[in-house]
């Protein structure tokens, strides 16, 4: 086991790897940032300094600090009413196609890889998970039609419990020897409906606390949003304290504050923003830690000298589990939801693999599996989640349609924005202000654009240091001339916006930059002498 310092150095190590693939995809476009995470944690599993044992990984710290606040931000992002009217479609792909899913795969490992028919049961019961996050990952740039989307999500919110119930069903079998129907049914429907319940219980309490601090004089918006992200940790852990299914309780538990938000949204405005900033900073980088974890592992395995599977094996069975799932996958849109032949593809390898499907490998090195096997486990898996990126990658360029591309989209957003800021700062420059005044307004517009260089960023920031603080008069007409600037720039996007309805996204999004940097303005406070 590695001590405490180990484990702080080691997570130091993930999120600045995982921070440098988040920069790195920004900076390369048509690469997604999951790849680039993925080679990036390669790089530090080849370092001299990272010894982690993998043994020493433990899947349920994973799944309690990554997987669960990732699958509660996606539930939040989930209508309750939609999902409560399509149960039935959702029980069909997340229970019964999951099922299959395992069956077909199962037998395939067994057959094509000759290995055991537990261990091959153990492999298809983690290959059913998929990860949504994944799936937007292969998808960026290209239109998803909403039905097949629709159903992807729903899958990938929901069919967790299945994955965990088939995979301790084949533990059990790999370590018995023999196969209890009954417990694993009767452990199904406790497991996914306590988890429901759970979810459900203990988000309303929760819910019905915050709602109540907000209401209240006690209210503080730094201690509600950190309520919020502690709700995720919270009842995941509860709930397998109870021993039902964490991973649900905290898709249930995102689908009821999805409806708070709702009904809320205004009543603390301050609180919803910064909670939703925080959300998409942790979700962007843990989606990005998970795949760093996974480069790093498959370059531990590969090192380690005590593992005698050829590589050909695992590479074997992973691809085995891949053809499996999506051949199933097809079918079943096909028949079931009578999709047609491109909607059944894109169903199909829409179900990428992501975090849950690495915790539940390697939740397999806590039982009686021999480390040969749970090597095997790891590794077929890996391969699997990486097929599941790179094939539909390839093809949805061929049958989805394309989207506005990032770049283009960027090149009408700084076209917009430049426009808007030249509007700004022509009124401004009508307007009667102190010659310092109107320079560092001037200044602070252009950077909206960042259309300003470091070199005159310095010259600034040393005025700012050197020049004594502005009087009350001057501090009264900067503020009056960012309110007029604010201003004109909306009076300009409202006019582009009944010209041109293509630009009404992008109208919506510089709209709500105004609306911060006014905000920001108008709020900002300084120590005076």
Not at 357 to 384: C, G, H, P, R, Y
Request: with cysteine; aromatic share 12%.
């Amino acid at each position: 086991m590695i001590d405490s310092l180990e484990i702080i150095i080691l997570l130091f190590e993930l999120v600045f790897f995982a921070v440098i693939s988040i920069i790195i995809a920004e900076m390369v476009v048509k690469v997604s940032m999951n790849y680039v995470s993925l080679i990036m944690g390669a790089v530090l599993g080849l370092l001299p300094v990272t010894t982690y044992d993998i043994r020493s990984f433990n899947p349920e710290v994973f799944m309690l600090l990554i997987v669960a606040p990732l699958l509660f931000f996606e539930g939040q992002a989930t209508f309750l009413n939609v999902v409560g009217k399509r149960v039935k479609q959702i029980f069909q792909v997340t229970v019964i196609m999951v099922l299959l899913c395992a069956i077909v795969a199962g037998f395939s490992s067994y057959a094509i890889g000759k290995i055991g028919l537990p261990l091959a049961f153990i492999l298809a019961a983690i290959s059913t998970p998929t990860d949504a996050t994944a799936t937007q990952s292969v998808t960026e740039g290209l239109k998803i039609p909403r039905r097949e989307g629709f159903f992807l999500k729903m899958e990938s919110l929901f069919n967790d419990a299945s994955g965990i119930i088939l995979l301790n069903m084949a533990v059990l079998w790999y370590i018995n020897g023999r196969i209890n129907y009954r417990e694993t049914l009767t452990d199904f429907m406790l497991s996914a409906g306590g988890g429901i319940v759970i979810g459900f219980i203990i988000a309303w309490i929760i819910v019905l606390f915050r709602q109540a601090l907000l209401r209240s004089s006690y209210n503080s918006v730094n201690a509600q949003v950190i309520i919020y992200l502690m709700t995720p940790f919270i009842i995941y852990y509860l709930a397998e304290e109870f021993h039902v299914s964490g991973i649900i309780a905290v898709v249930c538990a995102g689908l009821v504050h999805n409806a708070e938000t709702q009904r809320s949204r205004l009543a603390n405005a301050q609180m919803v923003y910064m909670g939703t900033n925080l959300v998409s900073i942790i979700t962007e980088l843990f989606n990005s830690i998970v795949f760093v974890i996974l480069g790093m592992m498959l370059v531990n395995i590969i090192k380690d000298e005590s593992i005698t599977y050829n590589s050909w094996i695992w590479i074997t069975l992973g691809a085995i589990l891949y053809l499996s799932n999506v051949i199933v996958r097809y079918i079943y849109g096909r028949i079931k939801f009578k999709m047609d032949n491109r909607a059944g593809w894109i169903f199909s390898l829409g179900g990428v693999h992501g975090a849950v499907t690495l915790s539940l490998a390697f939740t397999v090195a806590k039982t009686s599996v021999n480390s040969q096997d749970f090597s095997l486990v790891v590794m077929s898996e890996s391969i699997l989640i990486i097929l599941s990126m790179i094939v539909p990658t390839i093809i949805f360029r061929f049958i989805l349609e394309k989207d506005v591309s990032d770049e283009d989209g960027e090149k009408e957003l700084d076209e917009l924005r430049e426009e808007m800021i030249q509007q700004a700062i022509a009124t401004v420059q009508k307007m009667y202000l102190a010659k310092n005044v109107k320079q560092s307004v001037i200044f602070d517009l252009k950077s909206q654009n960042q259309n300003t260089r470091t070199r005159d960023f310095v010259k600034e920031w040393r005025n700012a240091v050197r020049h004594p603080q502005y009087t009350e008069a001057e501090k009264e007409m900067e503020r009056r001339a960012f309110i007029n600037a604010f201003y004109q720039e909306r009076q300009y996007l409202d006019m582009i916006s009944q010209k041109e309805a293509r630009y009404e996204k992008y109208v919506y999004h510089l709209y709500s930059e105004i609306l911060l940097a006014e905000s920001i303005v108008l709020n900002s406070e300084f120590v005076e002498e």
